[in-house]
C-alpha cells in the first residue's frame, strides 16, 4: 500500500484521531499480513466490537488514509503491541499521522505553538475557523473552496484533537494544559527524528517538536533531565552536542520492555 500523500482532508480533520479505536486495532494487527488484509478481516470479523458497521467503515477509511503500516507506521503498531500504555502510544500517533496529514500537521505545528507563543491561553472555534481560511486559500486558491458548515465542523474538530492528545483542556473554550511528553514518547521521538536529521543539533531544532508545543530549550531540558537519571548519555560542550540513545536500534528500543522505566 503507498503511503497517503499530504493533503488538506477536512474529513480527517472532522473525524480525529480515533486515538482509542486505532490502539484497539494496531493491538490486535497481525503483522504478518499486509494492511490491506488486515483491514479486510476487521472489516468482516467486527473483531473491535464496532457500534454499527457505517462506524466500522468509517475508521476503516481513516486508516487507510493515515497509516502505511506496510511502511514508515509499522513501528505504531508494534508499540501497541509491546505494553505501551495509550497514554504512552499518543504522542507517537500524533507524530506519525503528522506526516502524511498536513491539515493536522500545520494547526498543531503552526496555529497551536505560535498561538501559545503570542500568550493565548483560550482558543475557540472563531479563532481557528480564520486560521483554516487562511491555509486554504494559500493551498487550494480560494478561501471559498470549503462551505461555512466544513470549516466550522473542521475547527471544532481540530480543537477536540487537542484535547484527545492532552495538550488543552475543556469542552467549549479550550485551554492550553500542562503537558509533558512520556519518558517513553519523547525517546521514541528521538530516535525517529535522529534518523531523519542525523545530527543532534537539527535534532533537537527540529520542527516536529512543536506538535508537542516544544521549543528547543525544552527539548534539550528534557534530554538533560533523561541524562541525569541515567537514561540516555547527553552532553553539551559549548557548541558541541553528544547524544547516545537507550539502545542502537528502534526497533530494540521498542522490544525492551523496560526501556525508561
Known sequence: MKPASKH?????AIKGPCCEPTYRVFSSWDLTLSQQANLLQIQESNSIGAR???????????????????????TLVELAQHAWSIDEWRPAQLWHISRSDQLLNQFFVDCLFNFREQGLSIINSDIVVEYLRGIVKKSLGTADAWTATTYRRSANALLKSSVDFQLMKGRVKREFDNYRLPDRSFIYLLYQLMSKHKNTKKMIEAEDWRL???????????????HQYGKLHFERAGSFLELTLPHPTIDEFILNKDSTR
Not at 488538506?8 to 480527517?12: G, V
Not at 462506524?55 to 486508516?63: C, D, E, M, P, S
Not at 508537542?212 to 533523561?226: A, I, S
Request: charged share 30%; proline share 5%; no cysteine.
Open 8 to 12: 488538506l482532508s477536512s474529513f480527517l
Open 212 to 226: 508537542f508545543l516544544m521549543k528547543p530549550v525544552d527539548v534539550e531540558e528534557e534530554l538533560l533531565r533523561l
Open 52 to 74: 454499527s458497521n457505517g462506524w466500522l467503515q468509517q475508521l476503516i477509511r481513516v486508516i487507510k488514509q493515515r497509516y502505511n503500516t506496510d511502511g514508515p507506521d509499522r
